[in-house]
Nanobody, 124 residues
Framework: QVQLVESGGGLVQAGGSLRLSCVAS????????LAWFRQAPGKEREFVAA????????PYADSVRGRFTISRDNAKNTMYLQMNSLQPEDTAVYYC?????????????????WGQGTQVTVSS
């Protein structure tokens, strides 16, 4: 079992930045693929970014590529999402997820463990 806890969300103006964190506890974190998803009101949960066990594979959604950066620190059991140039359409609850595999995936159904989410609100 893996427990995930997100933090770092908040209210920011368009063009601003936030850094989200996801701390994992429980079973081995080091070789779990990790990902960020988000869900806006009235919309389905969507993929944002993922990172493989070795950090060499980092797929991004087209909507965030070039603005968001995913990273992980296995020694701290923590994953990060640096979000720059935020826009109102980035407003959503952001969730971190993990799967017991070295390979990053972009589909929510392939992830076994989920955090409770952190709210990100971007004002125009």
């Amino acid at each position: 079992q893996v427990q995930l806890v997100e933090s770092g969300g908040g209210l920011v103006q368009a063009g601003g930045s936030l850094r989200l964190s996801c701390v994992a506890s429980g079973r081995t974190f080091g070789c779990y693929a990790l990902a960020w998803f988000r869900q806006a009101p009235g919309k389905e949960r969507e993929f944002v970014a993922a990172i493989g066990c070795s950090s060499r594979t980092t797929p991004y959604a087209d909507s965030v590529r070039g603005r968001f950066t995913i990273s992980r620190d296995n020694a701290k059991n923590t994953m990060y999402l640096q979000m720059n140039s935020l826009q109102p359409e980035d407003t959503a609850v952001y969730y971190c997820a993990s799967r017991p595999s070295i390979a990053a995936r972009t589909t929510a159904s392939e992830y076994d463990y989920w955090g409770q989410g952190t709210q990100v609100t971007v004002s125009s």
